[in-house]
DNA sequence: GTTAGCACTCTAACCATCTGAGTGCTAATT
DNA sequence: AATTAGCACTCAGATGGTTAGAGTGCTAAC
């Protein structure tokens, strides 16, 4: 357990750092109003908290600088206690002004995150395996192509193409497109293939006229992986960090970033509140230098999906985190009373 | 007019810095098989060039770079006869192969496109301006909202959701559903909003109960500006090319590539063929350190799309011609047999 | 326990020097 | 008349030495 005195300096030299990106000296801390120490005494107290591994030198004389360590012990027990005020009604207005359409809300507070920070913004567009299926449409566009919709109670739309062979015959197909509405209204999306081939495939063998011939083409429309929405907001603004001047250390993680489905497992654990992983401890070696703040927005009980900042370890933990925190909460009470206004 | 061996050797030194990026100097060539001439006469001839404006010098004693105007003449008067082979098989593949929804075959043709050449493609969708409308559909979600679903005639799908006031009943907007469908069948998007306040505003006015207010909500539905759909390939590649080593250069560059708006307005002149446009030659800033090869693709005589790969003025225009013209015509050639084979 | 003082360390900036690749020019060669 | 060898010259970039300044750790005094 750290004194008063060693986490006050611990806290004002992270302060510092994250402001200046520059190793902090003795001199410069006890020149600040809060401390009224003098530069001997703190470089005492720097030394115990280099011994105690929250703080590194980046050569033998140089000022200190957070360790990873420290910055774990900072989001754990410095912040908590003095959260920023400050941007939370921008994140409020935000949500209020633009639910008409939560892809476009999602979108613009991705935007909004990252003009606010310059970080990344990272948002897992709502979970659409839960929601469930509305309405099926077919629509044929020649002889034997068609596109199927589906949508879903949240107002999700979802459309694949299909071509199947001429011998379908229109009456046929609007038998299948009712049946599959009648049985399938309801079923998540999720269960969909499940339910098809439990319930609906024997029934419709007995209505439609050489079935087995149209289900091969039908199957593709529905058996399809459904992608996870990405929206991504402020790709560039990593590149004003000073710790990422150098190409390289770029060039990889923007090469991760390319790759949606890498970025998407970095953010689709369940969890509850704000969660922080700082350098090493994220699992993808792309990301070793840089931190990551996630949060989620809910639906009852239910995680609809996640929100995260990336920047790097040299973070305003303290503001990110507020940041996200509020923008989660309005986010979550903004589905709400959404879906709660529209009759569910 | 270039003499024939000023031709040669302008060729040569293109070539060469085209592969290397570094100055090109008189004994390098000088040694090369196809030139049997000493450093010194090459000297001259390079001072002769250099006086043309086709080669410039980085400093006062280094070897020769390629000009803009050098890189203009070479490929409107070295190129044309010499073009390379290969590759264009995998070109034809891909078309045939992924060729079952265009949108994913754009979506693939922008990544191989960008992994043949290690630079950044983009792509602009085909043009659904130009489609008719083939089906509407209106599915309410709840009391007062409602998704509006446009399928083209060429399998694209379109939806908006929007709400109204509580007092428009099923039954009317049933009837809107109906009157629209008659109504707008064949007509192209673009024409959409002008038909429906010439046209059939009048006619709705007649059947539909109290029609002046459903009509404001559901207006937003269909005068919405249809976005441009855009597929950006390799964006990253460009971070491996030497020139951009340095990340001023590409700062400006990717925060221009985030504004769709400018990347759109980049490709959407009308063209025939394959258009080159080497660094100051373009008309936005950003990339004036940059050349832009685009070609288009056609259904018909009618515009469809636009492929472009943008890298560093020292470009293998040679291998990026081929590839595009290729590409091109696959598509094109692809997109009319699709169109027969559906029928139209 | 705190602080002033001092020797010590290391980076970053600056400068001088050197090397090598390349040039332009001139005079000799073909 | 065209080509080439030879040579003086230029410049970027690498190498190495010097210095200034920011910072440290330690010791001795307060």
């Known amino acids: 357990m750290l004194t008063e005195r060693q986490l006050l300096i611990l806290q004002v030299i992270i302060d510092d750092f994250i402001e200046s990106a520059h190793p902090v000296g003795s001199r410069a801390i006890s020149k600040k109003d809060e401390i009224s120490l003098s530069a001997a005494t703190i470089r005492n107290v720097m030394a115990d908290l280099e011994e105690l591994g929250f703080l590194e030198k980046t050569h033998s004389s140089s000022g200190r600088v957070p360790s990873e360590k420290g910055y ?24 209020r002004d633009e639910f008409i359409d939560f892809e476009k809300l999602v979108q613009k507070s991705a935007e ?20 469930k299926l509305k309405q099926l449409q077919i629509v044929p566009l020649t002889d034997h192509s068609a596109v199927a919709i589906l949508v879903t109670d949240s107002g999700h739309v979802e459309h694949r193409s299909f071509t199947f062979p001429a011998e379908i015959s229109p009456n046929d197909l609007e038998k299948i497109v009712n049946i599959l509405n009648d049985r399938l209204h309801g079923i998540s999306l999720a269960r969909l293939p499940e339910v098809i081939t439990k319930e609906v495939l024997s029934l419709m063998q007995m209505y439609v006229h050489d079935f087995e011939k149209s289900y091969q083409y039908l199957k593709s429309a529905f058996f399809q992986e459904q ?12 590149l004003t960090q000073p710790e990422f001047n150098d190409i390289n250390k770029i060039r990889a993680f923007y090469q991760m ?5 890498q970025v998407v497992n970095l953010l689709k654990a369940p969890q509850h509140g704000i969660k922080v992983t700082i350098g090493n401890e994220n699992k993808i070696d792309e990301i070793k230098d840089f931190s990551l703040i996630t949060a989620s927005y809910q639906f009852g009980s239910e995680q609809m999906g996640t929100i995260a900042l990336l920047g790097p370890t040299r973070m305003e933990y303290r503001k990110v985190i507020t940041l996200l925190n509020a923008l989660s909460n309005e986010m979550t009470e903004a589905l709400y009373l959404w879906y709660k206004n529209n009759g569910y």
Request: glycine share 8%; aromatic share 8%.
């Open 227 to 238: 992608p996870v929405k990405l929206y991504i907001g402020g790709k560039t603004k990593l």
């Open 72 to 95: 774990r012990y900072y989001v754990d027990n410095v912040i908590g206690s003095t959260m920023a005020k400050g941007n939370l009604s921008i994140m409020r207005d935000l949500v």
């Open 112 to 131: 909004v995150l990252s003009d606010l920070t310059n970080y990344t913004s990272i948002i897992l567009g709502p979970e659409i395996f839960e929601t």
């Open 257 to 261: 970033m390319e790759n949606e489905d």
